[in-house]
Protein backbone atom coordinates (compact mmCIF):
# COMPACT_ATOMS: atom_id res chain seq x y z
CA UNK A 1 0.00 0.00 0.00
CA UNK A 2 1.91 3.38 -1.24
CA UNK A 3 0.50 5.78 0.19
CA UNK A 4 3.31 8.69 -0.70
CA UNK A 5 3.63 8.32 -4.58
CA UNK A 6 6.21 10.28 -6.95
CA UNK A 7 5.20 9.10 -10.57
CA UNK A 8 8.02 11.12 -12.04
CA UNK A 9 11.46 8.76 -11.77
CA UNK A 10 13.26 11.75 -13.59
CA UNK A 11 13.25 15.35 -14.25
CA UNK A 12 15.69 17.29 -16.85
CA UNK A 13 15.83 21.20 -16.06
CA UNK A 14 18.46 23.50 -17.37
CA UNK A 15 20.61 25.84 -15.05
CA UNK A 16 18.51 28.88 -14.34
CA UNK A 17 15.00 27.54 -15.15
CA UNK A 18 12.46 26.18 -12.37
CA UNK A 19 12.42 23.09 -11.01
CA UNK A 20 8.92 21.49 -10.21
CA UNK A 21 8.81 18.05 -8.38
CA UNK A 22 5.47 16.77 -7.78
CA UNK A 23 4.08 13.89 -5.16
CA UNK A 24 0.57 12.71 -4.43
CA UNK A 25 -0.73 10.89 -1.34
CA UNK A 26 -4.02 8.76 -0.12
CA UNK A 27 -4.23 9.24 3.42
CA UNK A 28 -6.16 12.72 4.29
CA UNK A 29 -4.75 12.11 8.03
CA UNK A 30 -1.17 12.80 6.96
CA UNK A 31 -0.35 15.94 9.39
CA UNK A 32 3.65 17.07 8.11
CA UNK A 33 5.03 16.65 4.81
CA UNK A 34 8.14 16.88 3.84
CA UNK A 35 11.06 16.37 1.19
CA UNK A 36 14.91 15.22 1.27
CA UNK A 37 17.36 15.30 -1.02
CA UNK A 38 19.96 12.90 -1.61
CA UNK A 39 23.23 12.55 -3.25
CA UNK A 40 24.81 9.51 -4.05
CA UNK A 41 26.51 7.29 -1.20
CA UNK A 42 25.05 9.59 1.28
CA UNK A 43 22.22 9.36 3.56
CA UNK A 44 18.62 11.77 2.91
CA UNK A 45 18.99 14.91 4.42
CA UNK A 46 16.30 16.99 5.60
CA UNK A 47 15.35 19.90 3.33
CA UNK A 48 11.64 21.62 3.79
CA UNK A 49 8.42 20.73 5.29
CA UNK A 50 4.66 22.22 5.46
CA UNK A 51 2.10 21.06 7.77
CA UNK A 52 -1.37 20.29 6.76
CA UNK A 53 -3.04 23.44 7.99
CA UNK A 54 -0.36 25.13 5.28
CA UNK A 55 -0.75 25.39 1.46
CA UNK A 56 2.56 26.94 1.06
CA UNK A 57 6.49 27.12 2.80
CA UNK A 58 9.49 29.00 1.35
CA UNK A 59 12.88 28.66 2.67
CA UNK A 60 15.12 30.48 0.18
CA UNK A 61 14.90 29.27 -3.52
CA UNK A 62 12.72 26.56 -2.56
CA UNK A 63 8.50 26.80 -1.76
CA UNK A 64 6.44 23.79 -1.07
CA UNK A 65 3.25 23.81 -2.21
CA UNK A 66 0.10 21.80 -0.57
CA UNK A 67 -3.25 21.34 -1.98
CA UNK A 68 -5.31 19.32 0.59
CA UNK A 69 -8.50 18.85 -1.91
CA UNK A 70 -6.17 17.15 -4.87
CA UNK A 71 -4.14 14.98 -1.92
CA UNK A 72 -1.06 16.72 -4.14
CA UNK A 73 2.03 18.66 -3.14
CA UNK A 74 5.13 19.97 -5.21
CA UNK A 75 8.70 21.34 -4.57
CA UNK A 76 9.56 24.17 -6.65
CA UNK A 77 13.34 25.17 -6.65
CA UNK A 78 14.22 28.40 -8.43
CA UNK A 79 16.19 29.48 -9.87
CA UNK A 80 17.58 25.78 -10.35
CA UNK A 81 21.66 25.04 -9.79
CA UNK A 82 23.91 22.46 -11.03
CA UNK A 83 24.11 21.50 -7.54
CA UNK A 84 20.70 20.69 -7.18
CA UNK A 85 20.99 17.37 -8.67
CA UNK A 86 20.00 14.52 -6.24
CA UNK A 87 17.38 12.31 -5.75
CA UNK A 88 14.58 14.20 -4.00
CA UNK A 89 11.87 12.17 -2.00
CA UNK A 90 8.80 13.37 -0.30
CA UNK A 91 7.71 11.99 2.66
CA UNK A 92 4.33 12.32 4.22
CA UNK A 93 3.88 11.98 8.76
CA UNK A 94 0.96 10.67 10.75
CA UNK A 95 2.86 8.10 13.85
CA UNK A 96 5.59 7.47 11.13
CA UNK A 97 7.16 8.67 8.08
CA UNK A 98 5.79 7.14 4.61
CA UNK A 99 7.90 8.06 1.88
CA UNK A 100 7.89 8.45 -2.04
CA UNK A 101 10.54 6.26 -4.23
CA UNK A 102 11.89 9.46 -5.50
CA UNK A 103 12.30 11.50 -7.98
CA UNK A 104 16.37 12.22 -9.90
CA UNK A 105 16.53 15.50 -10.40
CA UNK A 106 19.31 16.80 -13.42
CA UNK A 107 20.36 20.66 -13.64
CA UNK A 108 22.07 21.01 -17.00
CA UNK A 109 24.76 23.77 -16.82
CA UNK B 1 29.62 17.24 15.27
CA UNK B 2 28.79 13.10 13.95
CA UNK B 3 25.33 13.09 13.76
CA UNK B 4 24.64 9.75 13.04
CA UNK B 5 26.70 7.09 12.39
CA UNK B 6 26.40 3.82 10.49
CA UNK B 7 29.12 0.40 10.01
CA UNK B 8 29.88 -1.07 8.01
CA UNK B 9 29.19 0.78 4.86
CA UNK B 10 29.13 -2.29 3.15
CA UNK B 11 28.78 -5.96 3.79
CA UNK B 12 28.57 -9.12 1.47
CA UNK B 13 26.97 -12.08 3.16
CA UNK B 14 26.29 -16.04 2.43
CA UNK B 15 22.25 -16.89 2.76
CA UNK B 16 21.82 -17.91 6.37
CA UNK B 17 24.56 -16.10 8.22
CA UNK B 18 23.71 -12.92 10.72
CA UNK B 19 24.80 -9.74 11.08
CA UNK B 20 24.33 -6.68 12.83
CA UNK B 21 24.29 -3.30 11.57
CA UNK B 22 25.65 -1.10 13.93
CA UNK B 23 24.00 3.18 14.38
CA UNK B 24 25.11 5.44 17.00
CA UNK B 25 23.79 9.09 16.91
CA UNK B 26 25.46 12.09 19.07
CA UNK B 27 22.24 14.44 19.53
CA UNK B 28 20.68 12.99 22.00
CA UNK B 29 17.09 12.15 20.28
CA UNK B 30 15.29 10.13 21.86
CA UNK B 31 13.34 8.78 18.32
CA UNK B 32 15.53 6.28 16.52
CA UNK B 33 14.75 4.35 12.97
CA UNK B 34 15.99 1.54 10.65
CA UNK B 35 14.68 2.06 6.92
CA UNK B 36 15.56 0.02 3.91
CA UNK B 37 15.71 1.02 0.25
CA UNK B 38 15.16 -1.51 -2.40
CA UNK B 39 15.63 -0.07 -6.24
CA UNK B 40 13.13 1.97 -7.16
CA UNK B 41 11.38 1.99 -4.08
CA UNK B 42 10.82 4.47 -1.42
CA UNK B 43 12.10 3.44 1.78
CA UNK B 44 10.17 1.33 4.00
CA UNK B 45 10.20 1.80 8.38
CA UNK B 46 11.40 -1.56 9.38
CA UNK B 47 11.89 -0.85 13.36
CA UNK B 48 11.99 2.55 15.13
CA UNK B 49 12.27 3.20 18.92
CA UNK B 50 10.88 6.33 20.89
CA UNK B 51 13.34 5.75 23.67
CA UNK B 52 15.84 3.39 25.57
CA UNK B 53 14.36 0.38 26.83
CA UNK B 54 11.04 0.84 23.95
CA UNK B 55 10.73 -0.63 20.49
CA UNK B 56 8.58 -1.32 18.14
CA UNK B 57 7.70 -3.30 14.36
CA UNK B 58 7.25 -0.70 11.24
CA UNK B 59 6.02 -1.79 8.01
CA UNK B 60 8.35 -4.30 7.16
CA UNK B 61 9.87 -6.24 10.35
CA UNK B 62 10.09 -9.79 9.28
CA UNK B 63 13.92 -11.12 9.76
CA UNK B 64 14.88 -8.55 11.56
CA UNK B 65 15.57 -7.30 15.38
CA UNK B 66 16.48 -4.62 17.38
CA UNK B 67 17.69 -3.39 20.53
CA UNK B 68 17.44 0.28 22.27
CA UNK B 69 19.90 -0.47 26.04
CA UNK B 70 20.88 3.08 25.29
CA UNK B 71 19.83 6.51 23.62
CA UNK B 72 22.83 6.37 21.61
CA UNK B 73 22.67 3.65 19.93
CA UNK B 74 20.02 1.36 17.62
CA UNK B 75 21.40 -1.61 16.50
CA UNK B 76 20.02 -4.29 13.48
CA UNK B 77 20.21 -7.51 13.46
CA UNK B 78 19.62 -9.56 10.47
CA UNK B 79 19.53 -13.65 11.68
CA UNK B 80 19.51 -16.03 8.91
CA UNK B 81 20.05 -13.72 5.68
CA UNK B 82 17.86 -13.96 2.89
CA UNK B 83 18.72 -12.97 -0.79
CA UNK B 84 15.71 -10.81 -0.45
CA UNK B 85 17.21 -9.11 2.73
CA UNK B 86 19.70 -7.15 -0.38
CA UNK B 87 18.78 -3.37 0.18
CA UNK B 88 20.65 -0.04 1.28
CA UNK B 89 19.82 0.34 4.86
CA UNK B 90 19.80 3.83 6.76
CA UNK B 91 19.83 4.51 10.43
CA UNK B 92 17.52 7.96 11.10
CA UNK B 93 16.74 9.56 14.43
CA UNK B 94 14.84 12.83 15.44
CA UNK B 95 13.43 15.06 18.04
CA UNK B 96 10.45 15.66 16.57
CA UNK B 97 7.47 17.28 18.55
CA UNK B 98 4.28 16.78 17.25
CA UNK B 99 3.22 20.51 15.68
CA UNK B 100 6.94 21.32 14.44
CA UNK B 101 9.40 19.12 12.51
CA UNK B 102 12.33 19.34 12.14
CA UNK B 103 12.78 16.50 9.44
CA UNK B 104 14.73 12.87 10.58
CA UNK B 105 19.03 13.19 10.56
CA UNK B 106 19.84 9.90 8.52
CA UNK B 107 23.02 8.46 8.32
CA UNK B 108 24.93 7.45 5.01
CA UNK B 109 23.65 3.69 4.69
CA UNK B 110 24.99 0.39 4.52
CA UNK B 111 24.81 -1.98 1.78
CA UNK B 112 24.46 -5.39 2.20
CA UNK B 113 24.57 -7.69 -0.17
CA UNK B 114 23.22 -11.64 0.49
CA UNK B 115 24.58 -14.10 -1.84
Known amino acids: DQQVKQNSPSLSVQEGRISILNCDYT??????FLWYKKYPAEGPTFLIS?????DKNEDGRFTVFLNKSAKHLSLHIVPSQPGDSAVYFC????????FGAGTRLTVKP | NAGVTQTPKFRILKIGQSMTLQCAQD?????MYWYRQDPGMGLKLIYY???????DKGEVPNGYNVSRSTTEDFPLRLELAAPSQTSVYFC??????????????FGSGTRLTVV
Open chain 2, 92 to 105: ASSSFNRGFNYGYT
Open chain 1, 27 to 32: NSMFDY
Open chain 1, 50 to 54: ISSIK
Open chain 1, 91 to 98: AARLDDMR
Open chain 2, 27 to 31: MNHNY
Open chain 2, 49 to 55: SVGAGIT
